[in-house]
């Protein structure tokens, strides 16, 4: 076995689960998902037939990846965090036909407690805070907060605050990387 799996978890026929991949206690892991390699899958996880986890992906305690969830590589997925996959649920009508799909881009943070709103893409190293409701996309870099969630400023790769200067450029405090601040409002960093 390329992965390893605490003796509570259930590991379903048919999951997909890659080298280095870390699964803990009381997890469930559904026949048809696919995890990539060297994840972290924290207590009490959920991943759904469907779901996709890119590689290095973190998800911690007391979260459920549902149907139509696509994790893209180096995403976080504070404790407690919360994803739908329906708009308009009720118990007594069936729509998983209807399912809508929601793409967390690669490196992006959703922080504990969070809920996402199916239908939705959060941009590549955004940064949802802890508590919030996301209920519109997110676009890349962008640092959102609050109940619905709105844009507050924006983040690095690393996830340190950036200050753009008049010309409309920032360096992350902590990586020393360059980012510019489009005329188009996007933020793109300098290679």
Known sequence: MAYQAHATAVIDDGAQIGDGTKI??????????????NCIIGQNVFIAEGAVLGNRVKVQNNVSVYSGVVCED?????PSCVFTNVINPRSFVERKDKYLA??????????ANATVVCGHTIGRYSMIGAGSVVTKDV???????G??????????EYGCRLSFDKAGFA???ESG????LAVSGTVERIV
Do not use: E
């Open 24 to 37: 803990w206690h009381f997890s469930h892991i559904m026949d048809g998902c696919k995890i990539g390699s």
């Open 102 to 111: 929601t793409l967390v881009g690669q490196g992006a943070t959703v922080g």
């Open 139 to 145: 676009p890349p870099y962008a640092l959102v907060v």
């Open 147 to 156: 109940n619905p969630a709105r844009q507050v400023g924006w983040v690095s």
């Open 177 to 180: 990387m360059r980012y510019r």
């Open 74 to 78: 180096d995403v976080f997925l504070g």
């Open 171 to 173: 360096v992350c405090p």
